[in-house]
């Protein structure tokens, strides 16, 4: 029958579209729920194949960490100082500020090499030698981007465009989490500020915001709103959460909509945190010789706490715990390559030694990776400020990795006489995010979400495990 009434045709098409297309698409979604067969989005799951690892630190240097002034010296660049770099060298590339005709730069830096595997190190990581045999150092990293925004976004989700899920997003997607009153993915900040891309980088993208990066603030209080209100006790804060899951039951069984799924979840992990967050911000019973491993003040923020707070987070089962420093961009200027390279520098520098031995007393580095690096390099060229610097580099960069199955001890890559490109073994960000994904226990190929009609991966249509740093 055909009615020319376009109130009844409007009334007709949205009872079309809620109750065939939508419950059509949920049926089986609806019949598990009535079962009590809901299952938590951020249950552990099994991987495709045994993994090595089955947690993460990564430890981002934002704003890129100068190569030739830490791990990569250069005689032939010292001596070459202050000469125009060959034309053969930039034709076609493009910089951030520079000129094709700028002036190679000599480092300054005293370097020695230590360990048994004798990589070299500069004056300004003198705690790295204590670590240099247990980690796997990446001496040709090359990516694709060189601003820093979609550097950022394309190291951390395998696209220079802002909407992807994170590596961290995609870890937790792929194997759930081991804890249940905390997140399965954290993420801890120091410095002046956050990184350019700011929630991006640790967002879930099109998988459901379960799967995203929570920022753990500094304090006693790291989530915000996590407390209970003034006068609300245990008892009927239970009731009334217990009272919104049921609701929120019952939409999810209208539409299946996934987000209400993650809504759900989100307040019953908000429930049990309220407990698990502050005794885990509590780091007073750590002994005193832990404190002054790596560095930390009790009572004062710093990486160097955050540091410390990737231990006991890997403790406590969380899957992903991504920490930002920032203010590592020496352009020159305020950011110079000598007093506030000097200052990053130790920052970072015992913490991040700390954390690698610590893991190993523990007995956790084994089954944890450890990354550290930033988004790209710095150029064999000189940038002429105030002060001197160097510019935006994505041709070589180091990087290294420790734990979870990676050779400790190993250097992979080597660049030329300046360290302007990668001559052997180069290893792509997507060969860098293949290779943690398969320690994962994950086929990088095959950790999809389909969205908008096809399949995504962390790795887009790219990337290979490096299987020569592997154990």
Known sequence: MRSNDPNLLVATRRHFFRDCAVGVGTMALSSMIAKGERKDPLAPKKPHFPAKAKAVIYLFMAGAPSQLELFEPKPEL?????????????????????????????????????????????ELLPHHRDIVDEVCWLRGIKTDVFNHGPAKCFINTGSPQFGRPSMGAWATYGLGSESDSLP???????????????????GSGFLPSVYQGVPFLRGANP????????????????????????????????????????????????????????????????????????????GKPSFAANCLMARRLVERGVRFIQLYHTDWDHHGGVLDLTKTLDQICKEVDQPCAALVKDLKRTGLLDSTIVIWGGEFGRTPMGESRETIGRDHHPEAFTMWVAGGGFKPGMMLGKTDEI?????????????????????LG??????????????????????????????
């Open 442 to 471: 994950f086929d990088h190929t095959k950790l999809t979400y389909r969205f908008q009609g096809r399949d995504y991966r962390l790795t887009d249509v790219h990337g290979n495990v490096v299987k020569e740093i592997l154990v």
């Open 78 to 122: 010292n001596k070459l100082s202050g000469q125009k770099v060959p034309e053969s060298f930039t034709q076609g590339k493009r910089f951030a500020f520079i000129k094709g005709d700028a002036k190679l730069l000599g480092s300054a830096r005293r370097f020695g090499q230590y360990g048994q595997c004798g990589m070299s190190l500069s």
């Open 223 to 298: 989530i915000l709103d996590l407390a209970p209100p003034p006068g609300i006790d245990p008892k009927r804060q239970g009731e009334f959460t217990d009272a919104v899951k049921d609701l929120n039951k019952l939409r999810l069984e209208a539409t299946g909509d996934p987000e209400i799924e993650t809504r759900i979840a989100a307040y019953e992990m908000a429930y049990r945190m309220q407990s698990a967050a502050p005794e885990l911000m509590d780091i007073s019973k750590e002994p005193m010789k832990v404190l002054d491993m790596y560095g930390v003040t009790p």
């Open 184 to 202: 399965g993915f954290v993420v801890l900040q120091s410095g002046p500020r956050g990184p350019r891309g700011g929630a991006a980088l640790y």
């Open 419 to 439: 360290g302007y490109n990668v001559v052997e073994n180069p290893v792509h960000v997507h060969d860098l995010q293949a290779t943690i994904l398969n320690q």
